[in-house]
């Protein structure tokens, strides 16, 4: 029942695809790999703010492929404000090299194809990106979605049952013993939550 | 992580640091983070090494047979060989989950085209140990640069007030034998230099009852006691100068001198040496303490290698040994007895004051009561000049270790003849003495004596020897620090890595009648008749002055002058690390080819 409202919605979203180019997102994947995505935004409201970098890392089963990492700038309406520029750390300057929406987005499509999606509070990063390719595109992003820190959640719960689990994004790295990998952009923090995908998913396990 | 970051980490790690900047860049294209769980077997015999792993977090045991052969922990790589010669006998295990970057196999051997990393790789144990030592050293030389002022000699400051007559005030000169008088007058200050006296006072007939501040000159130049001495050496150079007054906030603290700052920084063994000369008492001796553990630092930081400073030493010590004698015995009495210091003094490996081990051989005939008054004196001498008391009372005021000849002779039977943990350790003691002052025949005619006793006696030999496999080596203590982070563990030095070889090799001596007594000149002695080639010698050379500069420099870092035989592994730089590894995988080379010579496995 409910893969049949899956694949009615998806199908729908399909028809709405602009681009014929991008039909690949909605094919099978094969390709058995996921990508760990995360975005700098100009703030936390979806349908105001807009998206500064991308930064994204390919995991195929207990690698991540760094030697592919996908960083992107995103050039901008607005002036950046002074306030996000504390967390994200990109300038005005940074983002010289920056292209425009449009091709970033598309850039970034094709990177991902139809990978599974894998990220910490996913849903932001998600309807973030759904903002541009709706725009563009006029589908929202078909792949399939692992929340890492629901896998988290999964992994605490039989060991603090009543307990509220703290799903702090530097609590997870702490509890799960991950390097800091420097400061926070898009693309340390993908690294970052790739890491605790893998611990949290066993990929490792008795495999080289 | 941002590409810069992965580069910063790999550039850290040595012998990458040695790749152009554009060669990283096509480096970091090709390096993956790879993941995985505890007990992952990563490369063995059956499983052919694809990809150079280097640590991220975690760590990683290299087994040979059942042994730990070696532990890989962050910021190590491996496995070189493996890759270069597509064949290995060693198994690489996951000890603690592991994160680690990866480089293929065709990258890193393209990699391996560049001549500096190839060498790196390929060279043997020796010389790069000899590299990793080098460049270790180099960092050790800004600290010794940054030394503050207040870590040097001061002299007492002569400080006169502004109405004080020339007079009084050069009397208050002589007194606290100043080389300058500072005048203050009120806030302010100026100083009064020889110079000033014989122009003004001898030339410009200035009276000597007239104020001190009419022939003072003004401008002070002072310096800071939290300032370094390189700053002190700049400020007198660029103002021509041969003193600085040296202040605390507005205190004056007293005069640093050119002279003491430059043979400070330089090596100044001689005026040690001749100062002990010069001592007539022990508070003069007490005195040279500080120059001692300066000397120390000096040669450590010049890169002198530990064995030569140790010897340096351990030759100012047998000096003080020598001067105390002098002052305790009587001229009448010492050429009837010889006194010996043993155990480290003896192999002359102390660095610093170790617990006195030292006995006394009276000459047959000479009655040994004689002796008791003058020996309580010199140990007590010995106590107060720093040298702390032997836990097992081997030292001259106890009985047992103040014999005749013949009663030595007795005590070498009963050594032999006695399996006891107790014999073998006091044999072990003796084995090392060494002569300080008096009749050197004495100690002749007993190591002569000791040595035919011990001919052929290769059961009581083996016994001995066994002592070298009490301790295991700290290959796998070393990895239990990498999992017990609660743990402040620490590592024994002398246990697990200058022990086995000290021992080993005083017993080797011992069945070839080795005289020497100290490790490097036995261990050489050895490869001399051929009982080890000379390349497992340069080994265990190499591998014993490792553990030493540790050691030694683990102690000047605690900045006291305590015998410490522990250090915390996670203390270390990376190429210590390395460099401790590679001496513990000697050792138990070493450990291996005791135990075939002397048979130690067929010894209860």
Known sequence: MFSFISYFLQKRNHAKLKESEFDFLFEQDVSDEYIVFDTETTGLNPKVDEILSIGAVKIKDNKILTSQTFEIFVKNSKEISSKSIEIHGIRACDVQDAVCAKDAIKEFLRFIGSRTLVGYYLEFDVSMINKYTTSILGIKLPNKMIEVSELYYDAQIPIIPQGNIDLRFDTMLKKYNIPNMGMHNAVNDAVMTAMIFLKLSQKGEKKR | ?604
């Open chain 2, 1 to 604: 992580m941002s590409i810069l970051d992965q580069r910063k980490l790999i550039e850290s790690i040595h012998p990458f640091e040695l790749l152009s900047s554009n060669e990283l860049d096509s480096l970091m294209k090709k390096i993956d983070i790879a993941y995985y769980a505890k007990d992952t077997l990563l490369i063995s015999k059956n499983l052919p090494s694809i990809v150079f792993y280097i640590i991220i977090k975690g760590s990683v045991q290299e087994f040979k047979g059942d042994e730990v052969h070696n532990v890989y922990s962050f910021g190590d790589f491996f496995d070189a060989d493996a890759l270069i010669y597509g064949t290995t006998e060693g198994r690489f295990v996951v000890e603690e989950e592991l994160i680690c970057y990866e480089i293929k196999k065709e990258d890193f051997l393209e990699l391996m085209l560049n001549k500096k990393i190839q060498g790196y790789f390929l060279e043997d144990f020796i010389s790069r140990h000899k590299q990793l030592k080098y460049q270790d050293v180099a960092s050790d030389l800004t600290p010794f640069l940054m030394s503050k002022v207040s870590e040097i000699f001061l002299h007492a400051a002569c400080v006169a007030s502004a109405d004080a007559t020339i007079f009084d005030a050069l009397k208050k000169q002589e007194e606290l034998k100043a080389n300058v008088i500072i005048v203050q007058n009120q806030d302010d200050y100026m100083i009064v230099t020889d110079s000033d006296l014989r122009k003004k006072v001898l030339l410009g007939r200035v009276s000597v009852e007239a104020q001190i501040s009419e022939i003072a000159t003004k401008g002070l130049i002072t310096i800071d006691v939290n300032d370094f001495l390189f700053n002190a050496l700049l400020i007198m150079t660029h103002n021509a100068i041969k003193r600085l007054v040296v202040m605390d906030g507005k205190k004056i603290l007293g005069v640093l001198e050119q002279l003491d700052l430059l043979s400070y920084f330089a090596n100044h063994s001689h005026l040690v040496a001749v100062q002990i000369d010069k001592a007539k008492n022990v508070d003069d001796l007490k005195k040279l303490q500080g120059d001692l553990k300066n000397l120390i630092v000096t040669l450590r930081a010049k890169g002198v290698k530990v064995r030569y400073i140790t010897k340096l030493v351990s030759t100012l010590n047998l000096k003080i040994y020598k001067k105390v004698f002098d002052m305790c015995v009587p001229t009448s009495l010492q050429e009837s007895c010889t006194l010996l210091v043993m155990g480290s003094e003896g192999r002359e490996e102390q660095t610093i004051k170790t617990d006195q081990d030292n006995a006394l051989v009276v000459k047959d005939g000479v009655d040994l009561e004689l002796f008791v008054e003058p020996m309580t004196q010199l140990n007590s001498f010995l106590l107060e000049l720093g040298f702390p008391p032997c836990s097992g009372d081997v030292m001259v005021s106890n009985a047992y270790w103040r014999r005749d000849v013949k009663g030595f002779k007795a005590l070498i039977n009963e050594w032999t003849g006695s399996m006891s943990d107790e014999s073998a350790q006091n044999l072990s003691i003796f084995l090392d003495a060494k002569c300080v002052a008096g009749n050197r025949t004495l100690l002749d005619e007993l190591k002569s004596y000791l040595f035919d006793n011990f001919h052929a006696r290769d059961d009581v030999l083996a016994h001995i020897a066994k002592a070298i496999l009490n301790f295991e080596t700290p290959l796998s203590l070393f990895s239990g620090f990498v999992l017990e982070k609660n743990h402040s563990n620490k590592l024994d030095l002398k246990k697990g890595g200058t022990f086995p070889i000290v021992h080993g090799v005083r017993t080797l001596s011992l069945q070839y009648g080795i005289n020497e007594t100290n490790t490097i000149e036995r261990i050489k002695a050895l490869n001399n008749l051929g009982v080890i080639d000379k390349t497992f010698a340069s080994e265990l050379i190499e591998s014993f002055d490792t553990l030493s500069a540790i050691r030694l420099k683990a102690m000047l870092k605690a900045k006291e002058l305590q015998e410490s035989n522990y250090i915390n592994p996670q203390e270390l730089s990376k190429v210590q690390r390395d460099l401790l590894k590679d001496s513990f995988k000697i050792i138990n080379k070493f450990k291996k080819f005791m135990s075939f010579h002397f048979h130690l496995n067929m010894v209860v």
